[in-house]
């Protein structure tokens, strides 16, 4: 009895023993995942951008190391890094986006020496500002004057000379205008978020139909090509004019000479000719 009692109280302590003990292992405490994490999103480049940190606290020991998934909720961007105890990762989720919602990044831990065990936690992040300026927009314009088929034709020509996004105008670049005077084109800019609208206004241009000389009615005249009649020459007639002949003219002058025992009179008569020649007859008579 007592050899068969002692051998049962062997066999008894014995699995009492190995009970306990697997209790002990199974009961042992769960870490507590000591961790520090962090994530924020900035403007970097025009583009919003998403840092994240993380840093395993637990105690130096190899099986305290962590294989984290790191996860941004609004992008979908993850990455996965296996973090040492004592040791600490970062990066950075890069976006397309100029401007982020508020959002949270996820870390998921599991041991890396693959033992049973999980851990999520979250870092939440403010919304960025709009991480995109865009340029300011300008643009100038004038109106062009060509001839067409002998006739001045005004036409607008428009230039963006500044902006991210092309604009649109009116009147637009190409148009015709009726003449030379001044324009107001309006500019429009839009934006994912913005509009902006700016005026220009053209200076005015002279008429560039060539000018020509023509006879009307008799006289010369400047007129643009374009405004030239069909009865209108190109040179107008010369006529002759016969400059007029001028009549002889006769001077006649009386001079009393003195009187040398009688009385003199001398008659002078000139003759004036086209040749300017002046020819002149004195005749003296004597009287008794």
């Given at each position: 009895?007592?050899?068969?009692?002692?051998?049962?109280?062997?066999i008894?302590?014995?699995?009492?023993?190995?009970?306990?003990?697997?209790?002990?292992?199974?009961?042992?405490?769960?870490?507590?995942?000591?961790?520090?994490?962090?994530?924020?999103?900035?403007?970097?480049?025009?583009?919003?951008?998403?840092?994240?940190?993380?840093?395993?606290?637990?105690?130096?020991?190899?099986?305290?190391?962590?294989?984290?998934?790191?996860?941004?909720?609004?992008?979908?961007?993850?990455?996965?890094?296996?973090?040492?105890?004592?040791?600490?990762?970062?990066?950075?989720?890069?976006?397309?986006?100029?401007?982020?919602?508020?959002?949270?990044?996820?870390?998921?831990?599991?041991?890396?020496?693959?033992?049973?065990?999980?851990?999520?936690?979250y870092?939440?992040?403010?919304?960025?500002?709009?991480?995109?300026?865009?340029?300011?927009?300008?643009f100038?314009?004038?109106?062009?004057?060509?001839?067409?088929?002998?006739?001045?034709?005004?036409?607008?020509?428009?230039?963006?000379?500044?902006?991210?996004?092309?604009?649109?105008?009116?009147?637009?670049?190409g148009?015709?205008?009726?003449?030379?005077?001044?324009?107001?084109v309006?500019?429009?800019f839009?934006?994912?978020?913005?509009?902006?609208?700016?005026?220009?206004?053209?200076?005015?241009?002279?008429?560039?139909?060539?000018?020509?000389?023509?006879?009307r009615?008799?006289?010369?005249?400047?007129?643009?090509?374009?405004?030239?009649?069909?009865?209108?020459?190109?040179?107008?007639?010369?006529?002759?004019?016969?400059?007029?002949?001028?009549?002889?003219?006769?001077?006649?002058?009386?001079?009393?000479?003195?009187?040398?025992?009688?009385?003199?009179?001398?008659?002078?008569?000139?003759?004036?000719?086209?040749?300017?020649?002046t020819?002149?007859?004195?005749?003296q008579?004597r009287?008794?």
């Amino acid at each position: 009895m007592r050899k068969s009692t002692i051998l049962r109280g062997v066999i008894a302590t014995a699995t009492v023993s190995a009970s306990a003990i697997a209790l002990v292992a199974t009961s042992a405490p769960a870490s507590a995942w000591y961790v520090d994490y962090s994530a924020n999103a900035v403007c970097k480049d025009e583009t919003a951008v998403i840092n994240w940190s993380f840093k395993n606290t637990e105690p130096n020991q190899a099986r305290l190391s962590m294989d984290v998934e790191i996860k941004d909720q609004q992008t979908g961007q993850k990455v996965t890094k296996t973090v040492a105890p004592g040791k600490s990762v970062s990066g950075t989720f890069t976006t397309n986006e100029t401007k982020l919602d508020a959002g949270k990044v996820s870390f998921k831990m599991l041991w890396t020496d693959g033992r049973n065990g999980v851990d999520t936690r979250y870092s939440s992040y403010a919304m960025t500002d709009e991480c995109y300026t865009p340029e300011q927009p300008a643009f100038n314009a004038n109106v062009v004057c060509t001839v067409i088929d002998g006739s001045a034709v005004f036409t607008l020509n428009v230039n963006q000379t500044a902006g991210d996004v092309d604009g649109i105008f009116t009147p637009a670049n190409g148009d015709t205008v009726s003449n030379g005077e001044p324009v107001e084109v309006l500019g429009v800019f839009n934006t994912s978020n913005t509009s902006e609208k700016i005026t220009v206004k053209t200076a005015s241009v002279e008429d560039c139909t060539q000018e020509i000389e023509v006879c009307r009615d008799g006289e010369t005249i400047t007129i643009n090509k374009d405004e030239r009649l069909d009865t209108d020459t190109t040179v107008c007639p010369v006529e002759e004019v016969e400059e007029p002949k001028e009549e002889p003219k006769v001077l006649a002058t009386v001079t009393e000479l003195p009187k040398t025992g009688a009385s003199a009179v001398v008659g002078i008569l000139g003759s004036v000719f086209a040749g300017g020649s002046t020819l002149a007859h004195i005749v003296q008579r004597r009287k008794s």
